[in-house]
Structure formats: structure tokens, C-alpha cells
């Protein structure tokens, strides 16, 4: 069988894990697979330079995966649901698509007791997906974000909304940060007045990007909170993609094993 092509697709893709998690993967099962990366600008083009460098499948990230969703010829019924892809396979010329963001980041959060409120700091394509199986879940989901055009969408599905004009701080039992902010600098991903007034208040916090000490997780541990970035979610999402890029041909476990050492050599 000739080699199959895989990559991931965002802006940034530099800092990413993804390649060497999947290729390690590869290299595990003897699977005739290469995994690498494509600093994707616009993500309308997601669709033709797929089939351009004739790939098998793809990881999408930040911040194309609503472009993923729109690239997509088939959707799982959960990527339908919450309109953001992350995971795309080709089979027979078509693209399927499908979210392992959301299953990802409730196994990483799942170490935490007595979570019930949580409030996200973001609401793009990876707050859509999460919020949504949260709430399935008995989650009780806020999104707190910089402008009002983000947030319709999730008003309309009746979640709690605000910017950081109408927003009044109150006790959640998790923040997270579901935004960029922090990932090639110190930028906080919400108004310092607003971070010190929520986090004495929180059991914890979480930052999807992974890899660095984020300014929010610094902050966080000021106020003493149990932290975690985004190493977890990136491990499970990528083991959730791997079966779809597979068929479904390995194990979880036996798949988490092989990946899990991208975390040491990195």
C-alpha cells in the first residue's frame, strides 16, 4: 500500500505536536502513514489545497474550523450539531468530517471533583463543540467574549452570554481559556480586572493551548487554583482522530501509549 498523507491545517501550525503525535503513531502500528503540517492563511482554500497535496486525512486548527465545516461534503452528526470541524478523511473523493475536540476535552477535565459551572473565555470554533457535549453532560456553560457577533450563536441556543462590557464576575467552578491569547505572547485572554475579581472564586482553570505557561495559568497559580493547559485535550482529540484516520484499526489505550511520548521528546 503506498504511503498515506496526512496534515494539519491552521495558522499558527509551528508549535504543533500533532505531527510527531501521529507519526509515532504510525511508526507503532508499522501504518504506511506520514503526518505533516500546512500554514494554511485562508481557510476557503482548505478544500482544493486538501486535494492539492493529496492527502488521506487532516487535523484542523485555529482558526479554520468553521472553514473545515464548510469543506466538508459529509458531517458525523455531532460536528453537524455544533458547526466546527477538526478532523477531516477522505473516502472516495469526498470529504467526511468530524469533531474529537469536545470528547477530547471532557476526558482531560474529567481529573477535576464536583465540576458543574464552567465559564469559557473565547467563543470560537473549539468553545462551539465543548459547549455543547458539556451541556449534554449536565454542564451549566458561560461564554464570556470580547465582541457580541461571537455570541449570537450561542445565545440562540440558550446559553448565558456577555461581553466584557456587560459581564459582572461570579463563582464558576472552571474557567477555561478557549482563546489564542497567550500563545506567542503574554497576552491575557480577558481584562485583568475581570481575571481578579473570577479567579479567587473558581475551583480551577484550564488553557486550551498547551506547551508553554500561559499568562492565565501564571495568574491562576497566584490565586493557588489547580491548572492544566491544553497537553491532555491535544492527546485525547489526537487519539479520536487517529481511529477515524485508521478505521478504527487500534486500540485507544495502545494508541494513547505510542502518542504519548511526543509529550517527552517535545
Known sequence: ?????????GNPVSHSKSPLMHNLAFKAFNYEGCYGRFLLEDGEKLKETFFALGLKGANITVPHKEAAYRACDFLDPFAQKVGAVNTIVEHDGKLHGFNTDAPGFLKAISE???IKSILFLGAGGTAQSTSSLLREKGHEVTLLNRSKERLHRYEAEGFATYTFEDFTPAAYDLIVNMTSAGLEDDTLPAPLELLEQLLPQTKACVD????????????SK??????????????????????????????????????????ILA
Open 1 to 9: 500500500m503506498p504511503k498515506q498523507l496526512f496534515a494539519l491545517f
Open 112 to 114: 477535576f471533583d464536583n
Open 208 to 219: 486550551v493551548i498547551y506547551g508553554k505557561e500561559t499568562a492565565f495559568l501564571k495568574l
Open 222 to 263: 497566584q490565586y493557588q487554583k489547580p491548572t492544566k493547559d491544553g497537553s491532555d485535550m491535544l492527546l485525547y482529540q489526537g487519539v479520536i482522530a487517529f481511529e477515524h484516520f485508521t478505521d478504527d484499526a487500534y486500540g485507544f489505550e495502545a494508541i494513547k501509549t505510542a502518542m504519548q511520548k511526543a509529550f
